[in-house]
């Protein structure tokens, strides 16, 4: 009786540990279910803010080609505006060769008018209006000849800070382009990670969920057991007195065949 009590009294704190062990355990289970839980939260997180800045990056790729197309179909407009500056300074100093000649053959018919005396009165008169008129074409053409060259100079310094805004748009979405595919890498990997946490979360919480079975059931061998071990210590108890007793009677029995 005393082997079996002592047999029962190991079994059960071996039981006790082994059933502390796996409470402890399915505690940790528990714990790594709710932090994978939390994990799955901040990727999807994560995976949302990627996209969201992915979105970002090509609106601004997108907006910064629109400007440069424009910059660009307003660089070529200049440039035709120049052209057509050129062309207007060429007619300009054509006109003004013309008004040189016509002054020079009023100046002429001037002189040939005064030489004829009082019949080439009416033709000088004349000749000093053409002179006149000549020269305020002159005038007129120096005028527009500086306004023509005012605006080439100033359509060139236009087309040569569009050629540096073209360039700066140009780098802009160059760098964009290279931004665009970094978050489209971390894009993937951010739904890569959020499907191996998924997956983790879910194995995490059937194992809790099994962990937690285990332990219920290893609560119930712990009131098993220790009713087992009750009812072994009172068999113990009985043994003991069935023992006494047997030993009572065997002495009884002796001096009874003595007498």
């Known amino acids: 009786s005393t082997e079996l009590l002592a047999a029962s009294t190991e079994q059960l704190r071996e039981i006790r540990e082994t059933g502390q062990a796996v409470l402890t355990m399915a505690e940790r289970i528990n714990e790594v279910a709710s932090q994978s839980q939390e994990s799955a939260t901040v990727a999807r997180q994560s995976l949302q803010a990627a996209s969201t800045g992915l979105r970002a990056v090509e609106d601004a790729i997108g907006g910064m080609n629109a400007i440069r197309d424009q910059i660009q179909d307003t660089a070529k407009r200049l440039k035709r505006l120049g052209e057509s500056s050129q062309e207007i300074g060429e007619i300009t100093e054509l006109i003004s060769d013309i008004t040189e000649q016509t ?120 009131a098993v057991t220790e009713q087992t071990g009750d009812g072994t210590r009172t068999t113990a108890k009985q043994v003991r007195e069935l023992s006494h007793m047997a030993e009572e009677l065997r002495l009884s029995v002796a001096r009874f065949k003595i007498a």
Do not use: K, P, W, Y
């Open 103 to 222: 002054n020079v053959l009023a100046l002429n018919a001037a002189i040939q008018a005064a030489s004829a005396g009082e019949a080439g009165r009416g033709f000088s008169v004349v000749a000093e209006e053409v002179q006149r008129l000549a020269e305020r074409s002159a005038d007129a053409t120096r005028q527009i000849a500086a306004l023509v060259r005012a605006i080439q100079t100033d359509t060139q310094d236009a087309v040569g800070a569009m050629e540096r805004s073209t360039q700066g748009v140009v780098e802009g979405a160059r760098l964009s382009d290279h931004a665009g595919t970094a978050l489209s890498e971390i894009d993937r990997v951010s739904r890569r990670l959020a499907e191996l946490i998924e997956q983790i979360t879910r194995s995490a919480s059937h194992e809790a969920a099994s962990a937690n079975v285990v332990a219920a059931n290893i609560q119930h061998i712990f």
